[in-house]
Nanobody, 119 residues
Framework: VQLVESGGGLVQPGGSLRLSCVASRNITTFSVLGWYRQAPGKQRELVARIIPRLGTTDYGDSVKGRFTVSRDNARNTIYLDMDKLTVEDTAVYSC?????????????WGQGTQGTVSS
C-alpha cells in the first residue's frame, strides 16, 4: 500500500494545519490508522491513531485536546487536524497504517510532510 501525505507548511504559533494522507487501497481493511512525528534531534513519537476494531482513538499526551485524527473511508484518506500549534509541534509528520495479512501485522509509512510553527 502507498501513503501520500499533504498539507504541511509554515504556520504561526496559535495557528492551525490540516494534514491529509491518501492511501492507495481501501482503508476500511486497515487494523490501525494514524500519525507519528519526529522533531530534529528527537525520537519519533505517536501523535494520534485510530484502532477501528476496538473503536478507540489514542493521542500523544502533548497533543491531547489540540489535535484530532479522523478518516474518510470513501476517499481512503486519514486526516490530522492540528489546532493551537506551538513551536514544539514543529516536526516531520508521517502517516502510518498497520495491515494484517497472512504474515501477521505489517506497518506502512508515508514519506512525511514538514510542519513548521514559527513567528
Amino acid at each position: 500500500v502507498q501513503l501520500v501525505e499533504s498539507g504541511g507548511g509554515l504556520v504561526q504559533p496559535g495557528g492551525s494545519l490540516r494534514l491529509s494522507c491518501v492511501a492507495s487501497r481501501n482503508i476500511t481493511t486497515f487494523s490501525v490508522l494514524g500519525w507519528y512525528r519526529q522533531a530534529p534531534g528527537k525520537q519519533r513519537e505517536l501523535v494520534a491513531r485510530i484502532i477501528p476494531r476496538l473503536g478507540t482513538t489514542d493521542y500523544g499526551d502533548s497533543v491531547k485536546g489540540r489535535f484530532t485524527v479522523s478518516r474518510d473511508n470513501a476517499r481512503n484518506t486519514i486526516y490530522l487536524d492540528m489546532d493551537k500549534l506551538t513551536v514544539e509541534d514543529t516536526a516531520v509528520y508521517s502517516c502510518n497504517v498497520i495491515i494484517s495479512d497472512r504474515s501477521g501485522f505489517r506497518p506502512y509509512w508515508g514519506q512525511g510532510t514538514q510542519g513548521t510553527v514559527s513567528s
